[in-house]
Structure formats: structure tokens, C-alpha cells
């Protein structure tokens, strides 16, 4: 175990161990303690005696995070939707995905409210792949390795009003290798519909054999951005950028 870490000004910061818990021993003589069990970090306690608080549930067999309450009596929510996919010997597990963000005022106010729907334009696909019969493991990701260009799965990101009305929205379209390939961003009206408004397309230099991929496969090397003319009812081009990378 860790004992100590001493910087570059001769400064120690020690570290003692006690049942379910680190102390975090300061070189001002001040100490952080952070406390756990078997679901995870439950709290953490800084040098002024402020103690933040983790809430916890369990989703698809995973325990996550579900509420962090902070020393100023601000609250942090996270709740939860499950994301299937298929194990290479025929059975279905699941992932937990962030379906809200919330948090909250010492008064129980809502600050700010952000919601993550997956899949809603590609017909429920996402990085699991199994929407198109791909298989995912520990050591193996078949979507990754089909080459399937035509594979795409989105995810929306609202950021919401109290109410639950749209204030703004933006959505992402992914590849088979997880490349963001298209971004949508909308216009919102005084209903909370959305409409077409910014468009952006990525292009990548990908070799079919991943094993000639540098590491620059990531990158973009066209980007084309478009704005919508509502009068015309298309999109327009705004600008054009071209990239090359070294290997």
C-alpha cells in the first residue's frame, strides 16, 4: 500500500489506513478521510470537516452512482436506462447509461436538468451494436471489428427547464468504430419543439486492416459545417476545413 508521496519542495503527504477508510494525511497537518464500503466511496471529508455524500443504486447488476450531496447543500441526481447488448454465447447483459442529470439548489430547486436519450434516430442502435446482431465482450467488440460502414447510432442531449421543456439540444451521430461522423444542433421555439439549425459532418482516413491504423485514424481529416435556411428548407455550407496528420 501506499505509504507516502513526497514533491519536489520536500513536502510529505502520508496516507493511513483504518477499517473502510483512507486518511489523507496533508503536509499543513490537515487530513481528508475518505470513507467506503463493498458499493463504493460513501463519503469524503475535506480539510475544513466538509463531508460530500454518495447515494447509490443498482442497475443492470451495477451499482452506480445515483446522488451526490455537497457540503453546500447542493445535490447532484443521476438516474438511469439500460443499454442491452449480446455476450458471444448467445445470452443478453446490459449496461447502465445516464438517462438524467439533475441538480439541485439547498432548497430542492431544480438548477439545471440534462437528459441523454439513445438511439432515438437509428432505430434504438448504440455502441453495443447489438441493435444489428454484434456481439460485445471483455475482449472482443465485433461491431468494431465488422468494418460495417453503414452502422450509425446517436445519442440526444437535451438540457431541460424545470418543467421538463427543451431550452436547448444537440445530438451526436456515431460509427462502428465510435467516431463522432455527424452533429446536429437545434433551434427550440417558445413550445419546446425542435428545429433544424446547425449541421456538422466528420470524415476519417480509416485503413480496412486495423492493423495499419496510426493513431491518427481518430482524427478528422474533412470537416464540413452547414446552417439551416428555414425559407429554402435546406441546409447551406458554412465553411470546409481539410486536415493531414503525420504517422
Not at 447532484?76 to 443499454?83: A, G, N, R, S, V
Not at 431544480?110 to 436519450?117: A, G, N
Not at 481529416?221 to 496528420?245: N, S
Request: proline share 5%; hydrophobic share 30%.
Amino acid at each position: 500500500r501506499l505509504d507516502c508521496i513526497i514533491d519536489s519542495f520536500k513536502q510529505t503527504i502520508r496516507f493511513r489506513y483504518d477499517p473502510n477508510a483512507i486518511l489523507v494525511l496533508l503536509p499543513d497537518g490537515s487530513q481528508t478521510t475518505v470513507h467506503w464500503s463493498e458499493r463504493g466511496v460513501e463519503t469524503v471529508q475535506d480539510a475544513l470537516r466538509q463531508v460530500t455524500a454518495f447515494g447509490y443504486v443498482t442497475v443492470a447488476g451495477q451499482t452506480v452512482v445515483s446522488t451526490i450531496r455537497y457540503p453546500s447543500g447542493l445535490k447532484t441526481q443521476l438516474e438511469y436506462t439500460t443499454l442491452p447488448y449480446n455476450l458471444p454465447d448467445g445470452r443478453t447483459a446490459a449496461f447502465p447509461a445516464v438517462s438524467r442529470h439533475c441538480r439541485l439548489g439547498a432548497t430542492g430547486s431544480v438548477l439545471s436538468l440534462t437528459e441523454y436519450i439513445y438511439g432515438d434516430d437509428t432505430g434504438g442502435a448504440s455502441f453495443t451494436g447489438i441493435s444489428a446482431g454484434y456481439t460485445l465482450s471483455s475482449d472482443r467488440d465485433s461491431l468494431m471489428e465488422s468494418g460495417n460502414t453503414f452502422y450509425q447510432y446517436d445519442v440526444l442531449v437535451q438540457h431541460l427547464d424545470k418543467t421538463g421543456t427543451p431550452l436547448s439540444a444537440s445530438r451526436l451521430y456515431y460509427n462502428y468504430l465510435h467516431l463522432p461522423v455527424r452533429e446536429e444542433h437545434y433551434l427550440v421555439d417558445p413550445e419546446g419543439r425542435l428545429a433544424n439549425g446547425y449541421r456538422a459532418l466528420y470524415e476519417y482516413r480509416i485503413a480496412p486492416d486495423y492493423h495499419a491504423r496510426t493513431a491518427g485514424y481518430t482524427l478528422p481529416v474533412l470537416t464540413q459545417q452547414w446552417v439551416y435556411d428555414p425559407t429554402e428548407k435546406q441546409y447551406r455550407p458554412l465553411r470546409k476545413a481539410c486536415a493531414e496528420y503525420d504517422n
